[in-house]
């Protein structure tokens, strides 16, 4: 029996979040993340959405997004596919890169919306990888007009 498919209100705010198939990384180099990072602007303004936080770890990411499309699960497909069939080709691999569905939690108010954005934010601080969230060069904001 397939899934059922997931509704994203246009207007929505959402933190999304996917993983490494079997935690292994989605990126190995900063090639890797750079094109990413293009791939996630690219995604943004082709589905509409306005990226209030991102966050790129090496076996996962995490986005705050608020879409006037409603195209979320479009966009993120879009983002992984691309994503993964550039690295497996960049690194002779083949498969699935990302685990199943990614994650998304429907953001219901602006404290929601700016607690989601400094845990995103806050990511490589709390796995050690810096001492400050400014310190970490793949997070930010995108800010693709919705």
Same mark, same amino acid.
């Given at each position: 029996?397939?899934?059922?498919?997931?509704?994203?209100?246009?207007?929505?705010?959402?933190?999304?979040?996917? *993983?490494?198939? #079997?935690? !292994?990384?989605?990126?190995?180099?900063?090639?890797? +993340? @750079?094109? $990413?990072?293009?791939? &996630?602007?690219?995604?943004?303004?082709?589905?509409?959405?306005?990226?209030?936080?991102?966050?790129?770890?090496?076996?996962?990411?995490?986005?705050?997004?608020?879409?006037?499309?409603?195209?979320?699960?479009?966009?993120?497909?879009?983002?992984?596919?691309?994503?993964a *069939?550039?690295? #497996?080709? !960049?690194?002779?691999?083949?498969?699935?890169?990302? +685990? @199943?569905? $990614?994650?998304a939690? &429907?953001?219901?108010?602006?404290?929601?919306?700016?607690?989601?954005?400094?845990?995103?934010?806050?990511?490589?601080?709390?796995?050690?990888?810096?001492?400050?969230?400014e310190?970490?060069?793949?997070?930010?904001?995108?800010?693709?007009?919705?």
């Amino acid at each position: 029996m397939p899934r059922p498919l997931r509704c994203f209100e246009p207007g929505g705010f959402y933190h999304l979040t996917a *993983r490494g198939n #079997n935690g !292994r990384d989605i990126v190995i180099d900063d090639d890797d +993340r @750079a094109a $990413f990072v293009k791939l &996630l602007a690219r995604s943004a303004v082709r589905f509409r959405m306005h990226v209030h936080a991102w966050c790129l770890m090496t076996n996962h990411y995490h986005l705050v997004v608020e879409t006037s499309s409603g195209q979320v699960s479009q966009a993120v497909q879009y983002l992984n596919g691309a994503h993964a *069939r550039r690295f #497996n080709r !960049r690194h002779g691999r083949e498969g699935h890169l990302f +685990r @199943a569905r $990614f994650r998304a939690t &429907l953001l219901e108010d602006e404290r929601h919306l700016e607690a989601a954005c400094a845990y995103v934010l806050l990511n490589p601080v709390r796995a050690g990888l810096v001492a400050a969230p400014e310190d970490w060069r793949w997070a930010g904001a995108v800010g693709s007009p919705a």
